[in-house]
């Protein structure tokens, strides 16, 4: 018997990667083309509580102790008042590429959590939800900012600081945006790691560009709010420029976000961890179809067109 479903979307960083680990603020806006959810059913009495995970070939993930989703799933069963590994069938389908920039891990919980509490006839806030997520976040990638789980728990863009609540903005008008996967998998324990030993080797370079990013990202809302897009593709190339400098991009990203910018983006940059994952091009309802193509022929494995608002 079919119990719930709910959904998450992935996420894109705007600006402000990397340097917000460091208290520096950062813009990100939820990825609805690209979605992860999860269905519970009713299993029989006495069958307990399984967690299947289809799309990346687990039928039955093992509840071994210390598994992020496990860890989330018996989490938000005790918050929302069900009795202790209830029988449900639990299913989490995901079409957000992993390890990929885009959040897949943390809107693989917030589904999970949000179909546990409907499941279980309770509600949950954002916030609830955000901080659940937040869990998980901590053992796929060590010491995260909080800004994946709070931008997919709160499905709206946002100024994120790290510690304090988020800040939703308006934009001045819609960003249409081109996220063009590298296909490079590379995870952000990697990347933010990198970066730690960069800045504990030489604080005073690092803090620099962390402040250098800062201005970009303060500068970016401005232009969002005020709805320059002309602005704001200026300030997405700043940003690649620092990002780059932080030693986060690669040969490949270098040359996706320089084909997007050929062919006519208002600019281009990492999104995420880096060193792989996805590129966002900033583009214009005549510039789509070019750049697209140019992302293709750069060797982007998948182009999804999105629009912030
Ligand atoms: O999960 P990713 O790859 O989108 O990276 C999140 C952004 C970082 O700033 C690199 C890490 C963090 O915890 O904020």
Redesign the pocket.
């Known amino acids: 018997m079919f119990l719930s479903v709910a959904s998450a979307p992935g ?3 705007l600006a ?6 460091y208290g520096r603020p ?1 813009l990100a806006a939820p990825l609805w083309q690209s979605a992860a959810t999860c269905t519970i059913e009713q299993a029989e009495t006495g069958a307990g509580c399984t967690l299947a995970l289809p799309d990346l070939g687990q039928s039955d993930l093992p509840a071994a102790a210390g598994d992020p989703l496990w860890e989330v799933a018996r989490a938000a069963v005790a918050l929302a008042g069900a009795p202790t590994n209830p029988d449900w069938r639990i299913t989490l389908r995901s079409t957000i590429p992993i ?5 897949s ?2 809107a693989l919980s917030a589904a999970l959590v949000r179909a546990i509490f409907a499941a279980a006839g309770a509600t949950v806030t954002p916030e609830e939800v955000s901080a659940l997520v937040y869990r998980s ?1 901590v053992a ?2 060590g ?6 789980n709070t931008v997919i728990a709160c499905g709206r863009p946002l100024w994120f600081v ?1 510690g304090e609540p988020p800040e939703f903005f308006a934009l001045g008008a819609p960003l249409t945006l081109l996220i063009a996967d590298s296909g490079v998998r ?3 324990l990697d ?2 790691a990198a ?1 730690r030993r960069a800045h504990e080797q030489a604080p005073t370079r690092i803090e620099a560009l962390l402040d250098e990013i800062a201005g970009t990202v303060w500068a970016l809302r401005g232009a969002l709010e005020a709805g320059d897009p002309r602005l704001a593709g200026a300030l997405f190339d700043a940003n690649q420029t620092l990002l780059a400098a932080l030693d ?1 991009s690669s040969p490949l990203l270098e040359r996706l976000v320089g084909a997007a910018r050929a062919a006519g983006a208002l600019g281009a940059k990492l ?4 060193r792989g ?1 996805n590129i966002i091009a900033l583009v214009e309802a005549e510039t789509v179809a070019p750049v697209q193509q140019a992302l293709t022929e750069a060797g982007a494995v998948r182009v999804i067109r999105t629009v912030v608002e």
């Open positions: 996420k894109i960083i402000g990667e990397h340097a917000v680990v950062a390890a990929g920039g885009l959040g891990g943390a976040e796929y990638h010491t995260p900012s909080g800004i994946d790290r590379s995870p952000t990347a933010v970066v986060v999104s995420g961890g880096g994952g």
